[in-house]
Each structure stands twice: as C-alpha cells, then as structure tokens.
C-alpha cells in the first residue's frame, strides 16, 4: 500500500520577511502604492490625513483577527448579512425560497406539554434496563 504525506498546519500562512505573511505584505505594497499617489496629488496636511487613515486601514486588514480569521472575512460576511434577508425558515415541504416576495404561511401547532410521572418501581425497572445493557426488557420479567 503506498503511503501519502498529510499536509500539516494547512490553516498558517506562509512567512515571506520576517513574521509578515503574503497576504500582509501585499496589503502593505497596495497601501504604500496609494499612499504614494495621495503624496503627489494632495498638498502635505491633506496628505498627512490621507496617509494616516490609508495606513491605520491597512493594518486592521491586515493584522486584526475576529473569532481567529482575519478581518477581510468578516467585512465580506457583514456584507452580505446586510444584503440578505435577516430571518430564514426552513420548511421542508415547501422548499428554499429565496424571493423576497414569496409570502410563506406556517401554521403553528399547540402543543400541550404532558407532565409524566414516573413511578419508583418505573424507574427502577428503566434503571435496571440500562444496568443490563437491554438485556432485561422489563416489566414481564423475560430475559433475552
């Protein structure tokens, strides 16, 4: 039987310089390209403004982690939680329905909740069902 390397650690990124991944570094050259441009078109106070906000933006993409993944994921996830309807109901009778204008209409069941009260010699026998692993059936006192 042949045998196959697993791969290990799949969820690390790849270091390029340092402690800096790939995805950080290009982040980085993408903010410093823009922050070149704003240095020859703005004059220095508005481009001091501009750097910093570009700067502080770059950062938080690319070192900020929610719940262990970084911050690009939960800015897509935000987006479209605000794009799609709030509420969703499955009925598996009727389908997914995706059209904000489909009018979906769920009759709720009453359901009373019973109280069952179990008596001692109940529980006993229940007790002993499971001490026997399902050999002993209970009640008729037969054995499997």
Do not use: C
Request: proline share 4%; no cysteine; charged share 20%.
């Amino acid at each position: 039987m042949q045998q196959f390397t697993v791969p290990q650690f799949i969820d690390v990124e790849s270091k390029i310089i340092g402690p800096i991944t790939t995805r950080q570094f290009l982040i980085f050259l993408g903010a410093a390209i823009i922050i070149g441009i704003s240095y020859k078109i703005f004059d220095f106070a508005l481009f001091l403004t501009v750097a910093i906000v570009i700067f502080a933006v770059a950062g938080t993409f690319a070192f900020l982690k929610i719940n262990g993944r970084p911050f690009h994921f939960f800015v897509l996830n935000l987006i479209q939680t605000w794009r799609r309807p709030n509420l969703r109901v499955w009925n598996h009778i009727l389908g997914f329905v995706d059209s904000p204008d489909a009018v979906i209409v769920i009759k709720e069941e009453k359901q009373i909740p019973t109280k069952e009260v179990f008596k001692s010699s109940h529980l006993a026998d229940l007790a002993l069902v499971v001490d026997t692993k399902g050999r002993y059936r209970g009640g008729d006192d037969e054995q499997v």
